[in-house]
């Protein structure tokens, strides 16, 4: 504790490098951990006491801190977990901060709730309206007025009334908790052996203990049951719990199976919500009011004092990875803060990341497995087409096999999925007279056509356009035409072909999430036929009725020349495939593909996921990919391209010399240009063992800093090299 006098370190939430020293004015004792608000400059800051400073600084030139929040300190594995992310990830430290203090809302005292209760005394006028205010009120409980006018159909001024003769007496209540606490006893779920066999294994971990299970089940094996008995476990213990899932849209169904499981809704952390409910989490999550929570990867930095828990759904995902600000992983940063914490974690996944799987095979990681489907239902046949025999004619994209299967389950009652992740009507539009393309003017990327909202747009920057009616090259009307296929132009096709199905189109910018959420509860509810869907359906939902499953181009991901292609497209045709046939119908998966013989198509179609992750580990290892090594990029944007080059070479220059260390570039990122700004791309390659924070972070004080419009980002262990 620190008391009026000391000079404390304090560390405050903008992109600093470290803590500034500030006195304890008097009338005031901090502690580390407390949360505060420091003048910086001619502002108020929050900032955070870290202990005491390092250098000692004369009085004269230090100021006071100017406020004590009344709330509990940070927890000290979350302090350290600032530290280790700000070192790992090379972003200031006071970067890593501000992804904790995300609501200063929080940390206003909550204003309690109005409310009346009766006094005894009757007034001498009873109207019909106070007698149904009083006779709502016979219990003698207390009624916020919000629910006393809702209870008993009158004004607020009856009320005010009633108070003024003295028949009522108005208090001040607590405010209620933001979320009931979940009950783990409420209605546990009834596992069968495979599953009981899978939380031992996990349970075997201690409650109090850290420890990783890397729960790898076949998609429909039941994995969220087992898990959620593991949050159980958990509850009982007297810790809390944290689920991430990769999407917001898959948090309502989620939510409500948490519901039914514990008797009540879990907290929620996402983008969706407004600034008071987030106020209400983060103060929950600090002073434990909250014991279990549901949210997106910027959950992992809530300030929870005793986490025992942390879930990751799908943890093979992408979205895992933060790629604006400061670049984090979420699944390595929710291991690193379980360590810190002595808490357990669980990795779940139908396809398991490369990198999790082998943990798992060399024994860092439990391997809890699940091999097949809860309730007896069968996994998918998954058959590939071959599109040079069997393609569609010119101009569709439904291979005729592929249409037969679709019809066959229509005429069954039962619903059918086409798969194909590429957002809007066609992926470049260019003018048949001229041959001019429709290029983005700040992006080095087509203009994708858009048709229900009749626009072009940018999928990198959002940048949109009218379509427009003439070429504006040539100027001649009625010239351009859309080359390729987006999931809206499947949809037309799909209307021209199944006229009577019900149909509908399921993609992120094909609504609001409320509305998103909306449709997929429909589809589960049977009142849809035939689904049009990109990524956004491929994981995360139950539909009984889906019987077929058709990917339009299952070769898309395996055209870009990204090392970690062959896994990504595994895993997505996988959990897409993974959605036929999860009830009492067989299920079936078409993969439209001009690669049969591709690994990746032979492992899906024989289903030999072991061969697959067999053959993608001696790959790696081979090439000292992870998890056989380790990456880091550094991109280098400018307004220029001779500019941001010129930086790249000049930094390259002065990377030191270390045995085992490869530096590749500066080359053209392959988006070469992004909102106006000219991408150029190092990357550093090492062994596994070898310390890369460390060498970019001596690299990168010995070279020359950005100057100007340049701007340098470093992405340790990247998943995108776009």
Request: charged share 25%; with cysteine.
């Amino acid at each position: 504790m620190y008391g009026p006098g000391d000079i404390v370190a304090v560390l405050v939430g903008v992109a600093v490098e470290g803590p500034y020293s500030y006195r304890v004015p008097r009338d005031m004792e901090v502690q580390r951990g407390s949360i505060v608000s420091v003048p910086l400059g001619p502002r108020l800051t929050l900032g955070v006491v870290w202990g005491l400073p390092k250098d000692q600084v004369g009085h004269n030139r230090l100021r006071d801190i100017s406020f004590s929040h009344d709330v509990p300190p940070l927890s000290e594995e979350l302090l350290k977990l600032v530290e280790w992310v700000a070192r790992y990830t090379l972003a200031a430290p006071g970067q890593v901060l501000r992804g904790v203090l995300r609501s200063p809302e929080a940390l206003d005292a909550p204003r309690p709730v109005i409310a009346y209760r009766r006094t005894g005394f009757e007034p001498d006028k009873l109207t019909p309206a106070r007698l149904r205010v009083l006779d709502t009120l016979i219990d003698d409980m207390a009624w916020p007025k919000a629910a006393l006018v809702g209870a008993s159909g009158v004004s607020t001024s009856v009320i005010d009334g009633l108070e003024k003769c003295g028949a009522l007496e108005k208090l001040e209540t607590p405010p209620p908790p933001v979320v009931m606490p979940p009950d783990p006893d409420a209605f546990p779920a009834k596992l069968n052996e495979e599953q009981q066999a899978a939380l031992d294994q996990i349970l075997a971990i201690d409650a109090n203990s850290f420890g990783v299970a890397l729960l790898d089940g076949v998609t429909g094996g039941g994995k969220t049951e087992v898990f959620f008995e593991a949050v159980a476990d958990t509850l009982r213990a007297g810790r809390q719990a944290l689920i991430l899932l990769p999407e917001i849209a898959l948090t309502n169904t989620f939510i409500d199976r948490f519901t039914k499981r514990f008797g009540t809704r879990p907290a929620e952390w996402h983008s969706d919500m407004t600034p008071v409910q987030r106020a209400k989490i983060w103060r929950g999550v600090l002073d434990g009011t909250v014991r279990a929570l549901v949210g997106a990867r910027s959950a992992l930095f809530l300030p929870f004092r005793e986490l025992g828990l942390l879930v990751l759904d799908e943890e093979h995902d992408g979205a895992y990875k933060q790629s604006e600000g400061f670049t984090y992983h979420a699944r390595d940063m929710a291991i690193v803060r379980a360590h810190l914490a002595n808490a357990r974690v669980i990795l779940s996944s139908a396809t398991p990341s490369v990198e999790s799987r082998n943990n798992a095979n060399t024994g860092r990681y439990a391997h809890v497995r699940l091999e097949s489907r809860f309730a007896a239902a069968a996994m998918p046949d998954i058959t590939a087409i071959d599109m040079r025999i069997d393609g569609p004619e010119k101009g569709q994209w439904i291979a005729p096999s592929l249409a037969r299967e679709v019809f066959g389950a229509l005429d069954r009652g039962e619903q059918a999925l086409l798969f194909l992740n590429r957002r809007g009507y066609a992926p470049l539009t260019l003018c048949n007279a001229c041959g001019h393309q429709y290029k983005c003017p700040d992006c080095s990327a087509w203009m994708v056509e858009h048709r229900f909202r009749g626009v072009l747009m940018c999928h990198h920057c959002g940048h949109e356009v009218r379509v427009p009616k003439v070429c504006r090259e040539c100027g001649q009307e009625d010239t351009l035409v859309a080359v390729g296929p987006g999931i809206e132009r499947v949809a037309e096709e799909a209307a021209a072909r199944f006229p009577d199905a019900r149909r509908v189109l399921l993609s992120t910018d094909m609504g609001s999430h409320s509305q998103l959420r909306e449709r997929f509860a429909e589809v589960e509810r049977g009142e849809f036929d035939l689904i049009i869907g990109t990524q956004l359906v491929s994981k995360g939902h139950h539909f009984e009725k889906l019987s077929v499953v058709g990917v339009l181009d299952a070769d898309l991901g395996l055209a870009h020349g990204d090392p970690r292609a062959a896994e990504k497209t595994f895993q997505i045709l996988t959990q897409v495939a993974g959605r036929a046939g999860r009830a009492s119908q067989h299920g079936k998966a078409f993969l439209q593909t001009y690669h049969p013989d591709h690994p990746v198509m032979k492992a899906m179609v024989s289903g030999d996921r072991e061969a697959f992750y067999a053959q993608e580990l001696l790959a790696r290892e081979a090439g000292g990919m992870p998890p056989f090594g380790r990456l880091a990029a550094l991109i280098v944007s400018a307004n220029e391209q001779p500019t941001a080059m010129a930086y790249a070479r000049t930094l390259l220059s002065c990377a030191p010399m270390a045995e085992g260390v490869r530096l590749f570039g500066p080359a053209d990122a392959p988006v070469a240009m992004i909102r106006g700004r000219h991408r150029v791309r190092l990357l550093a390659q090492a062994g596994k063992d070898f310390d890369l924070s460390g060498y970019v972070r001596f690299w990168l004080a010995s070279g020359e800093k950005p100057k100007g419009d340049i701007k340098l980002q470093v992405d340790i262990d990247p998943m995108s090299f776009m």
